[in-house]
């Protein structure tokens, strides 16, 4: 909801979620898949934090992408 | 069984009154059944009658919504009855949203049951069925015969004090409200005999329907030149100052907040915790990074990736917040966003 009411304003966000379906059925847009709902942008397994922040920028790279690129609405039906 | 005294209301056309000319007439009480309220009184099968029917015109109703309310008050203070049935109005739209005013100004100020109908397009559904009991019906009065008797019964549930827990068992619309059942099978079982009936291709019924009313927004455009660009950095992860000095709440969250960018480089961990009541969030509060990609993303600010990073974050709790409030925030959030020449978002979610 709060992805749609910024793109309504014209501004472009990117959602990351460790949940992409449930943002898809909610009619998001820009989708970016996160690690876990508990720490979308890192890993606490991850073996040093340099490799963690290596998983992080990964992550914000994909945003930045997402942000640059254009999107279509996805209109299909995802409530079944 | 004491006799069922029951006020029905109806328009112009079916009052017997006129047809489109008559649309504007103020409403008048006369004694007995009139039009459906004679199928009404049929129905009741001798343990019930219509004592009064109050007939207005559908344009009345549309052109004095204050007024016509409290004139039909008046009237029907002069009467003692147990049961208010309005309609059936099908696919009338003036007429639906009379049935409902009407019925939800009975309800609220006499406490008594009210039943009205309605075909699913008439617009009086979508806005009298969350306060008011509408049973389905088909979209002409050709479906007379079948929708009055069930109008019929269910006001006679009610005058008996059946409480409506589904609607839909009634034949009405839903109503929005989620009422408790008690299920002899625990919640877990259910759900994965629900997963198993999808997974076969079987039928199933979902317990709770996703809202009907999710808009699909069109995207916005991409960011043009990214070397330009501000992004800004959301999150209803609930991360805040330890005092949370805003009283952010931990769930349901009815507002947002937002702080600088560089109090939470500077203190880290240790000046800021979440307060999100959903999941576990040792990790997030161990290293708020995880949440809001500020080490990265200042980082790429620096090698001029992108123009700058918006000073301020903001921040709300994504748990068990109402759609309603969800609207709310994002829009308080985008407002403040485009007033800060944003030209970019990420958002992150937990």
Redesign the interface.
């Known amino acids: 909801m709060l992805q749609k009411e910024i793109e309504k304003v014209g501004i472009p966000a990117v959602l990351v979620t460790a949940l992409p379906p449930a943002a898809r059925v909610l009619n998001a847009s820009r989708i970016v898949e996160g690690v876990r709902v508990t720490n979308p942008l890192g890993d606490p397994d991850a073996s040093s934090a340099a490799v963690e922040r290596a998983i992080r920028r990964d992550i914000v790279e994909r945003c930045m992408q997402a942000l640059t690129r254009a999107v279509e609405a996805d209109t299909r039906d995802r409530s079944q | 069984m004491k006799m069922l005294r029951v006020v029905h209301y109806v328009n112009q056309f079916f009052g017997g009154v006129g047809g489109e000319e008559k649309a504007g007439i103020g409403p008048s009480l006369v004694d007995g059944p009139v039009g459906p309220g004679l199928l009404i009184q049929r129905v009741l099968e001798g343990q019930g009658m219509v004592v009064a029917t109050l007939i207005c015109g559908d344009n009345y109703f549309a052109d004095h919504p204050e007024s016509a309310g409290d004139e039909v008050l008046l009237l029907l203070q002069e009467r003692e009855f147990d049961l208010f049935l309005a309609g059936p109005a099908f696919n009338a739209g003036r007429y639906g949203m009379a049935c409902g005013e009407v019925c939800a100004q009975v309800q609220d100020r006499l406490h008594l049951p009210v039943v009205t109908g309605m075909f699913a397009e008439n617009p009086g559904v979508e806005l009298y069925r969350k306060s008011v009991l509408i049973v389905e019906t088909g979209g002409s009065a050709i479906d007379m015969g079948k929708s009055v008797p069930k109008m019929v019964a269910l006001g006679r549930k009610l005058c008996n004090g059946h409480q409506v827990t589904r609607p839909a068992d009634e034949g009405c619309f839903p109503r929005g409200v989620a009422a408790s059942v008690l299920s002899d099978k625990l919640a877990a079982e259910r759900a994965v005999s629900l997963v198993l009936r999808k997974m076969r291709g079987d039928s199933y019924e979902t317990e709770i329907?996703?809202p009907d009313q999710?808009?699909?927004?069109?995207?916005?455009?991409?960011?043009?030149s990214?070397g330009d660009?501000t992004?800004a950095l959301?999150t209803?992860?609930g991360l805040v100052p330890v005092d949370n000095p805003d009283r952010l709440e931990s769930s349901r969250a009815t507002r947002y907040a937002s702080y600088e960018v560089a109090a939470l480089e500077a203190r880290g961990s240790e000046g800021f915790q979440s307060v999100h009541r959903g999941?576990?969030?040792?990790?997030?509060n161990?290293?708020p990074?995880?949440?809001?990609?500020v080490?990265?993303?200042r980082?790429?600010e620096g090698k001029r990736?992108?123009g700058r990073l918006y000073p301020r974050y903001f921040v709300?709790t994504?748990v068990a917040?109402s759609?309603t409030n969800?609207?709310k925030?994002?829009?308080g959030?985008?407002?403040e966003?485009?007033g800060g020449g944003?030209?970019?978002?990420?958002?992150?979610?937990?």
């Open positions: 329907p996703p999710l808009d699909v927004v069109p995207p916005a455009p991409p960011i043009e990214l660009a992004i959301v209803e992860g999941f576990d969030t040792s990790y997030i161990q290293d990074n995880r949440l809001l990609p080490d990265v993303v980082e790429m990736v992108f709300t994504g917040t759609l969800a609207t925030i994002g829009k959030i985008a407002e966003l485009l944003v030209s970019g978002v990420i958002l992150t979610a937990t």
